[in-house]
């Protein structure tokens, strides 16, 4: 439902959909809240700014002059990502930032309640009880909601540190905290030890999650994702058991599960059979993501990743015979000039072997050197010259052209590590 009125001598559209509220004001302002009253992003003049549940904010936007000029024939390689600039805004900022679209929607609630036959919907009815009961849940998201929500995520949740792009509005479960070898030298995404939750905790924290999100799950709910770094690294006895917690906390009123999705590692990966993948799809397991990273396995061993080329092909290959579809992670940049033309060759060469088809993903990630992590320093004593942007498209689109699909192409795009917000 579309309700239309005036706010400041502006068109004001109020909206109620399948899972979320939004507001727009004229032709530069537009506000969004999913149906728990969580604040989830604001637009206005072209400037973005999502909120994740821990409270972090988001902001991107595109400058008024780009100082980037795609060289010929990149320009479809591009993502508006390639010239947008970011910033993340945490703390009492980010906060504050709830207030502005609270207030707002407080201003159209009550013109509403004021005058409802001056919002009308397309086929002529006003703001029905519903519709007013989920705009008031909303517009009391103000800054010291925000505040106390992400103090009650940080209760329930570890921090979170990335997802798959199409994972972003996933239901995260943590199953696992830490990674489950932690050596790359390029992650900086991971800081606790590695661990399994006991069958008990997992519980406890699969129920926390549910009342936590309460109706937010309804925009956030489509999947389930396993955290954290490696989850299905976890002992086949021990995993059964959680995805059976999953499907009693999560489970749908069907007999359909809810899908799940997890990252694995090429290396803990081949740990399990191709039936042992079987066995977890028909528990609901639906995609894996695997960081293959590079197919050259003197950069991996650079960067100190625990997986060969082959190790990460086998692993893919008893994915996909156990049903399971795959998302094959690549990074562009890794290794600048000195590894690049082993990166290219090879990185091809493992992909056409894996034998990915239409259901699968092909992410193409850009190094994101990250403060603090040990690759700035290895790179910089190896006398490492890192790829330029025009260099990184080039090596992607090298990449691209020497793949070879037995039949349709899985999907491909890209993944930047700093779009990420939970």
């Known amino acids: 439902m579309v309700f239309r009125g005036l706010l400041d001598q502006k068109t004001t559209l109020a909206s109620v959909k399948d899972t979320s509220v939004s507001l727009a004001v004229g032709t530069h302002w537009i506000a969004a809240w999913d149906f728990g009253g969580r604040l989830y992003s604001v637009w206005k003049h072209g400037h973005t700014y999502r909120r994740g549940l821990n409270g972090r904010i988001l902001h991107k936007w595109t400058p008024p002059s780009p100082s980037f000029d795609p060289p010929v024939g990149f320009a479809h390689l591009l993502n508006p990502y390639d010239l947008r600039s970011r910033e993340h805004v945490d703390g009492a900022d980010a906060h504050a930032f709830a207030d502005e679209a609270a207030g707002v929607l407080r201003r159209v609630v009550t013109e509403m309640e004021r005058n409802p036959s001056a919002w009308r919907e397309r086929t002529g009815g006003v703001p029905d009880d519903r519709s007013l009961d989920l705009f008031r849940r909303c517009a009391r998201f103000d800054s010291a909601a925000s505040a106390a929500d992400a103090a009650r995520f940080a209760e329930v949740f570890a921090p979170v540190g990335i997802l798959p792009p199409d994972q972003y509005l996933s239901i995260v479960l943590q199953a696992t905290e830490g990674c489950s070898f932690g050596t790359c030298t390029f992650c900086d995404l991971y800081h606790r030890r590695y661990r399994v939750k006991p069958a008990d905790e997992f519980r406890a924290h699969a129920e926390a999650v549910r009342v936590y999100l309460g109706d937010s799950a309804l925009l956030r709910g489509r999947s389930v994702f396993l955290g954290a770094a490696n989850a299905l690294a976890v002992p086949m006895p021990r995993l059964l058991e959680i995805m059976d917690t999953v499907a009693a906390v999560f489970g749908s009123r069907t007999t359909v599960r809810r899908p799940v999705h997890a990252f694995v590692d090429g290396f803990t990966g081949l740990r399990k059979t191709a039936d042992d993948y ?37 692993t893919v290959r008893a994915i996909k015979e156990g049903g399971v579809a795959v998302g094959v992670i690549v990074m562009v940049g890794l290794g600048g000039s000195r590894f690049a033309e082993g990166h290219v060759a090879d990185t091809a060469r493992a992909i056409n072997d894996m034998r990915l088809d239409a259901g699968d993903l092909l992410y193409f990630s850009d190094l994101v050197e990250a403060p603090g992590t040990a690759y700035p320093q290895r790179a910089l004593d190896a006398d490492v010259r890192p790829l330029s942007l025009t260099e990184r498209l080039d090596q992607m689109a090298a990449i691209r052209d020497r793949l070879h699909f037995p039949g349709p192409p899985p999907r491909a795009a890209r993944y930047d590590v700093r779009e990420f917000v939970y």
């Not at 639906?286 to 960081?291: A, E, I, N, S």
């Not at 080329?309 to 086998?314: D, L, P, T």
């Open 278 to 314: 079987a066995e977890l799809a028909s528990l609901g397991l639906r995609r894996v993501y695997v960081g293959l990273e590079s197919g050259h396995d003197p950069l991996l061993e650079f960067v100190r990743k625990p997986a060969t080329r082959e190790q990460a092909v086998e």
